[in-house]
C-alpha cells in the first residue's frame, strides 16, 4: 500500500494507506455538514440532527459493519481514521457517533466469536439503519437500574444517564442488576428497542462541552426484556466479559475521536497565527509561535503513533484480554491527555482571540475535556495496568 497525505499544506497530517482514503474522504464529508451546525448545537444544547442525517444517508453509520453483512468494511484501525477526521470538524458529531461505531465493533467481534445473535444485529445496522446508543458509562459496574424475572423475561426499572446520541438512536444497548444490588447479585447485559413501551428520554444534557451529543437521559419504567435478548451475564460489582468487550472497542475509536479535535484546534491555531499579526511581524514569524506549534505537532505525532501501535500490537485476530484492554487503554489516554495539552497549546499561540465563543478553539477547550471521563479515566487506567503487571487477572473469571 501507498502511503499518501490528503490533508492541505498547514494541516497536521496523519500519513495515509490507499485502503484508509475512502473512510477518511466520507468523514470529511459528513464533517463539511456538522461544521455549518456545530455553532449553534453547542450553544443551543441542541442534537446534531444535520450531522445525522448526512451519516445516515452517506453509510458511515454501517462504517463498521462487515461487507459480507452489507457494511462497508471498515476495520478499527480504518474507524480511527475516520473519526479522527470527523472529529476535525465538530466534536460533538463525531463522539456521539462513536458510541454506535464502537458497539457496531463489539457486535462485529461477537460475530466473529461465534455469537448466534450478532450476525442479525450487524445486518439491521446495514439494512434497517439502526442506531445504538448506550449508557455504560453512568452506571458501569453498580447498576441501580432493576430487572425481575418474569414468566416473559425480565421487567427493568431505573435511570439511565449519558446516553449520547439518543434523539438520534433506536435502540439503547444498557444493564440491570437482576433483584436487589448487592454483592451475590448478577447483572444482565441488553438491547431495549428506544420506542418500546415504558421508554422515554429525559432532556437532562446541559453541560459544558460537548452539548451537542444531546447525551440525555433513559428511563426505564417496567420494560419488558425478553430472555433470549440478554446478551451476557456478570456479578454485580465486577469487571466482566461484557464490559471487558465493550471497553476494548470502545479505547481506540474515542482515543481517535479526542485526537481528532486537537488536530482540528492545532490547525485552526496554524491558520489564523499564518494570518494574524503581533506587533509589527505576523505570528507564524515569532519564534515562540515555532515552538508553540512545533509542540503541538510532536504531541500530536506520538498520540498518533500510541493509538496506531496498539491496534499493531494487538492484531487484526485480538481477543478481549485484560493484557489488550490494558494495551489499548494506555494509548486512549496517550491521546486523551494530549488531546487538552495541544487544544492548551493552541489557545497560547493566538492568545486572547482564543477566548471568544465565536471561534472554534472555545468549543474545541470545552470539548476536548470530556475524553477525562470516559471508562477507564486516565489515572484508572494507570492503576489496571499497574495491577495486571503485579499479577492480577484484571478481569472476574
Request: aromatic share 8%; hydrophobic share 45%.
Given at each position: ?263 482540528g484546534a492545532r490547525d485552526a491555531a496554524v491558520a489564523a497565527a499564518s494570518a494574524g499579526n503581533r506587533g509589527p511581524l505576523p505570528l507564524s514569524a515569532l519564534p515562540r509561535t515555532h ?107
Amino acid at each position: 500500500m501507498t502511503i499518501a497525505q490528503t490533508r492541505p499544506t498547514g494541516t497536521f497530517p496523519i500519513p495515509l494507506r490507499d485502503d484508509d482514503a475512502r473512510f477518511v474522504d466520507l468523514a470529511a464529508g459528513v464533517g463539511a455538514v456538522a461544521a455549518e451546525h456545530a455553532a449553534e448545537h453547542d450553544r443551543d444544547g441542541t442534537f446534531v440532527t444535520e450531522a445525522y442525517a448526512a451519516l445516515r444517508d452517506s453509510g458511515y453509520l454501517a462504517l463498521t459493519v462487515p461487507s459480507e453483512l452489507g457494511g462497508l468494511g471498515a476495520t478499527m484501525r480504518q474507524a480511527c481514521y475516520a473519526q479522527a477526521e470527523l472529529a476535525r470538524y465538530d466534536g460533538a458529531t463525531a463522539l456521539s457517533v462513536a458510541m454506535h461505531t464502537y458497539l457496531t465493533l463489539v457486535q462485529g467481534y461477537r460475530h466473529r466469536m461465534g455469537a448466534p445473535d450478532a450476525e442479525g444485529v450487524l445486518r439491521r445496522i446495514a439494512s434497517e439503519g439502526i442506531v445504538i446508543a448506550t449508557s455504560g458509562g453512568s452506571d458501569w459496574l453498580w447498576p441501580t437500574t432493576t430487572a425481575v424475572a418474569t414468566p416473559e423475561g425480565f421487567r427493568v426499572s431505573g435511570r439511565k444517564a449519558f446516553c449520547s446520541q439518543s434523539p438520534g438512536a433506536t435502540v439503547v444497548a444498557t444493564c440491570a442488576v437482576l433483584g436487589e444490588p448487592g454483592e451475590d447479585a448478577e447483572v444482565l447485559h441488553f438491547s431495549v428497542p428506544l420506542s418500546a413501551p415504558g421508554v422515554r428520554i429525559d432532556q437532562t444534557w446541559d453541560t459544558l462541552g460537548m452539548r451537542g451529543t444531546a447525551s440525555h437521559d433513559v428511563i426505564l419504567e417496567d420494560v419488558l426484556v425478553p430472555a433470549d435478548k440478554i446478551a451476557g451475564r456478570r456479578p454485580y460489582g465486577e469487571f466482566g466479559g461484557p464490559l471487558l468487550a465493550a471497553t476494548v472497542h470502545f479505547a481506540p475509536v474515542g482515543g481517535a475521536t479526542y485526537f481528532g479535535i486537537a488536530a482540528g484546534a492545532r490547525d485552526a491555531a496554524v491558520a489564523a497565527a499564518s494570518a494574524g499579526n503581533r506587533g509589527p511581524l505576523p505570528l507564524s514569524a515569532l519564534p515562540r509561535t515555532h515552538r508553540q506549534v512545533g509542540l503541538m505537532d510532536a504531541k500530536l505525532r506520538v498520540a498518533w503513533w500510541a493509538l496506531m501501535g496498539s491496534l499493531e500490537e494487538i492484531g487484526a485476530d485480538y481477543r478481549a484480554t485484560p493484557d489488550v484492554l490494558s494495551t489499548v487503554m494506555l494509548a486512549k489516554r496517550q491521546a486523551v491527555t494530549e488531546a487538552i495539552e495541544v487544544v492548551n497549546l493552541a489557545m497560547e499561540v493566538l492568545g486572547g482571540r482564543s477566548f471568544y465563543r465565536r471561534f472554534s478553539l472555545e468549543r474545541a477547550y470545552r470539548d476536548v475535556r470530556a475524553g477525562t471521563y470516559h471508562p477507564f479515566t486516565p489515572e484508572a487506567t494507570l492503576y489496571y495496568a499497574g495491577k495486571l503487571a503485579l499479577g492480577d487477572p484484571g478481569v472476574t473469571e
